[in-house]
């Protein structure tokens, strides 16, 4: 007989997957789709030999150290690994995994569509639009800032940051990124791209941000009010990583004394509250974590997630494994 491990799965996944899992393993779904509490958590490591959680459940140390001897595996569905503590599941010699490269170019296009809509004014033009306000074509109306011919700064070129350099290139910005390593020189060439070895500096020389780094220890509030203010006061920033990069209400104090131009943000610090003084701000464009949200790319993760398990049940090293000293 084939072994089918015990798997439980803490949010509702695309159908064409749970029904994959549900052939494939011994597989506790959640159709009501809403996160576990922590008791429900609890009572799922400890009867779980691989966990399936997303980036909503925070899989902290007393959760792994609950988990019972049987807890082997987290198969995380998203690309992120924040929710998860490192220590921990090393401590208990729990696998983790995740699911990278099936979700760079959607979020590199939410990218580069907050990058548009922020300076262009997309979101304010379609309020006017459907608030009935439109009076008609005027020279000076709906101005913007364009965006060819700017320098884009990405913060982490990564998988992400790379596409979303890629996609730059094409829209006529110059890229410039600052990263913990140097990209290969053939990329670098490739995406005329230049390099920042002092974050500060570059931040000061740009006319957008774009954050596409990951959130660990070391990234936390990156952009803080001190680096917030090196910002030029025409300039624009833009997260589609995670909220905890950027101070929140040091960007909203920015925004809001006109320090920066404007802002697009697809994450948040605590998700999903929103500071309410970002929602009072036209200069900001605010998306619900939507970088990710295809239904290809969701299929994809998935898929993904069902190949590390069953390549881990099989003996082998999952391809997806996350073994980073970063965390
Ligand atoms: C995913 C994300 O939707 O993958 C990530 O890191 O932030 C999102 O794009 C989410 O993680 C699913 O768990």
Request: neutral net charge; glycine residues 8%.
């Amino acid at each position: 007989t084939i072994r089918k491990p015990k798997v439980i799965v803490t949010r509702k996944l695309p159908d064409i997957i749970e029904t994959r899992m549900m052939e494939l393993f011994d597989c506790e779904l959640n159709l009501a789709d809403d996160a576990f509490t922590r008791d429900q958590m609890l009572d799922a490591v400890k009867r779980a030999e691989i966990l399936v959680p997303t980036v909503t459940d925070r899989i902290d140390r007393d959760i792994i150290n609950a988990a019972g001897e049987n807890l082997k595996m987290i198969a995380s569905f998203g690309t992120g690994v924040d929710h998860l503590d490192f220590p921990a599941t090393r401590k208990k010699g729990i696998i983790v995994t995740n699911t990278p490269d099936v979700l760079t170019e959607d979020t590199a296009d939410m990218t580069m569509a907050l990058i548009l809509a922020v300076p262009r004014r997309l979101v304010e033009g379609e309020q006017l639009v459907r608030d009935g306000k439109w009076t008609g074509w005027s020279p000076t109306g709906m101005l913007g800032h364009r965006i060819w011919g700017k320098r884009l700064g990405i913060i982490g070129m990564g998988r992400i940051g790379t596409a979303v350099a890629r996609r730059a290139k094409g829209f006529g910005l110059s890229v410039h990124y600052h990263n913990r390593n140097r990209v290969p020189e053939e990329v670098e060439k490739d995406l005329e791209a230049t390099f920042w070895s002092s974050l500060d500096q570059m931040i000061a020389h740009m006319d957008i941000l774009s954050i596409n780094c990951p959130h660990t220890p070391a990234t936390y509030h990156l952009l803080n009010s001190r680096r917030l203010g090196l910002m030029k006061s025409h300039a624009y920033i833009v997260n589609t990583s995670r909220g905890e990069v950027i101070d929140e209400a040091a960007l909203v104090k920015s925004l809001s004394q006109n320090q920066i131009a404007g802002a697009g943000l697809d994450v948040y610090e605590k998700e999903p509250e929103i500071n309410p003084k970002l929602i009072k701000l036209s200069n900001v464009v605010l998306l619900p974590h939507m970088g990710s949200a295809t239904i290809e790319g969701r299929i994809a993760m998935g898929e993904r997630v069902i190949i590390n398990i069953k390549t881990w049940v099989d003996g082998h090293n999952p391809p997806d494994r996350v073994i980073d000293t970063m965390f």
